[in-house]
């Protein structure tokens, strides 16, 4: 099959999967419209992102890498885009073929194709009393390991599943902190790279698109309007320590980039933005998502150039004095 057909043929028989087991990809978790998972000889699987139509988002130390499922083979293979194409072809048991079909051609094809589409960009909601299925007693780990304080675990209502043991993050709708959206489980399995369970996972099916939203705006918006300052993190944990450590302004957006809903909500708050995403983010990824938001607000972002933080720190994570210190310090373009 040519690069059109292969790809409509894995969408409509819902092989992406196999095609990325076979690649060596691993750890999958479903958001809705998105497929993450790690690549291989990697155990991080929010690296990669496939979505519906087979494109990819690919995050990487030395660059960031958009395109399609064949740019992801390119990149795993180190090969040419025709070597990709057979690989992809030869996975799947098909042939691979460069000879185009003679087709009638159909002008009003394109045209035939566009249909009205609903506005989706409303997530479903749920009421708080969804969590009173799960234990109120605080996991050892979000205390011992991530140094959470009670008061912190309270306000943002963080529980526990003992059926899948994960610590559960409810995840509220950015402007309602009564209205959940999905509930995201992080395993307390210590062995979970080795026996390949996923670190962060969807809790009895209650997934949704992260890109639609804001975690930790809804509990913190009276105090970044209050102050004038938004720090946008990667992950739920970050906005926990930023709070324990009397800043209260911490949103997550749940990967290492910034969708373009989730960048007009912040530039709606009328406020300084500043981009605290972890050390291995590459520098000039950053700088692009502060030029993009920088015409309409201030913006500004965390450098460690006094090497404070380890590799794959966030600026949370070793102590208050120290995040304290980055922020004071945080750089403008």
Known sequence: ?????????????????????????????????ELRCALP???????????????????????????????????????????????CNLVLGLKYSTINKEKSIDHLEFFKKIKKKKNNSELETYEISLLDRYSDIPHIDLIRKDGIMQDI??????????KSNRIVFPH?????????VGLVGRTVNPAYESLKIPKYFPVDGYKYEKSKNLYGLSHNLENIKKDGLVIVFESEKSVLKSDMFKMPYGVSVGSHDISE???????????????????????????????????????????????????????????????HYLIRHRHYL
């Open 41 to 87: 000889g990697d155990n991080d699987n929010s690296k990669v992102s496939v979505f519906d139509d087979l494109s990819v988002r690919v995050f990487t130390k030395g660059e960031t890498i958009y395109g399609s499922i064949y740019d992801l083979i390119m990149f795993i293979n180190k090969s040419s885009f025709v070597e990709a194409l057979k690989t």
């Open 261 to 323: 809903f989730q960048k007009k909500l912040l530039i709606s708050l009328n406020v300084e933005i500043v981009i605290a995403f972890d050390k291995d983010v590459e520098k000039s990824h950053v700088e692009r998502l502060v030029r993009d938001m920088s015409r309409f607000r201030k913006v500004s972002f965390i450098e460690d150039k006094w090497k404070l933080l380890k590799e794959k720190d966030c600026c949370v994570d070793r102590g208050y004095k120290r995040f």
């Open 172 to 180: 509220f709708i950015h402007n309602d902190k009564s209205k959940i």
């Open 153 to 162: 675990i309270d306000k943002y209502h963080i529980k526990f599943d003992d």
């Open 1 to 33: 099959m040519d690069a059109k057909e292969l790809k409509k043929y894995i969408i409509e028989n819902k092989l992406i999967i196999d095609v990325l087991e076979k690649l060596g990809c691993h750890s999958f978790v479903n958001y809705s419209k």
